[in-house]
């Protein structure tokens, strides 16, 4: 199963740009990365994903290397609601069968005041 | 009424007791997927179905069995708890597309004295 690789934690200011990393270094050509987020004391959310280009929604942009190696996503201006766990993942489209989701610990973000 | 729902919210039991956890959702999707976060160790994978019929073992399904009674519901049983499966349980659906990403439940607390 494809592994994805991300800090245990970080800061930032609130009103600031954040960028949390990801590394996929055995990511394979028809694997979509995801990314989540989960606010304390509820379940997971899904934020955004891609396969190649950059995107964007309203809640944050995703940065693809041109290798697809690693991705970042991007909170162009936190919030002290931002504060959360950030999870990023693989998930498969090879076959109709390969969707083994796995997720690991995730980037704690703290947003300081 | 929410799109995910898990039932009960917390429970507490004895070693040794058999206890089910249910999921059910009104999303209309194919795949369900079952869930346990320990504090530090982010969510792991136990079971995951794709239809009724359809059902795999994720990452720690020792302990543990599941049963995808119709489309919507998906239950989580442990057949003879111990403590060391107090967790945190969560219950997440996505539909066969894959890019609409997972909609989780709300969690179940468990607890096992």
């Known amino acids: 199963d494809a592994k994805t690789t991300q800090p245990n934690s970080m800061e930032s200011n609130e009103e600031e740009p954040v960028h949390l990393p990801c590394n996929h270094s055995t990511i394979s050509g028809t694997d979509y990365i995801h990314w989540y987020r989960q606010l304390p004391s509820q379940g997971p959310e899904y934020v955004i994903h891609g396969l190649t280009s950059n995107v964007n929604n309203r809640m944050a942009s995703l940065a693809i290397a041109e290798d697809r190696k690693s991705s970042t996503l991007i909170l162009h201006r936190a919030t002290l609601r931002d504060a959360a766990v950030y999870y990023c993942?693989?998930?498969?489209?090879?076959?109709?069968?390969?969707?083994?989701?796995?997720f690991g610990k995730g980037t704690r973000l703290h947003i300081l005041p | 009424d929410a799109d995910v729902t898990q039932t009960p919210r917390n429970r507490i039991t004895k070693t040794g007791k058999r206890i089910m956890l249910e999921c059910s959702q009104t999303k209309g999707h194919d795949r369900m997927y079952w869930y346990r976060q320990d504090p530090g160790l982010g969510l792991r994978l136990i079971y995951y179905?794709?239809?009724?019929?359809?059902?795999n073992k994720g990452e720690i399904s020792d302990g543990y069995s599941v049963s995808r009674q119709a489309q919507a519901k998906f239950s989580l049983s442990l057949e003879s708890a111990i403590p060391n499966q107090t967790a945190l349980y969560f219950c997440?659906?996505?539909?066969?597309?894959?890019?609409?990403?997972?909609?989780f439940g709300s969690g179940t607390q468990l607890s096992v004295l």
């Open positions: 997440a659906t996505s539909d066969r597309t894959r890019l609409r990403g997972l909609f």
């Open positions: 993942i693989l998930r498969g489209h090879r076959s109709y069968r390969d969707d083994k989701i796995i």
């Open positions: 179905s794709f239809d009724v019929k359809d059902i």
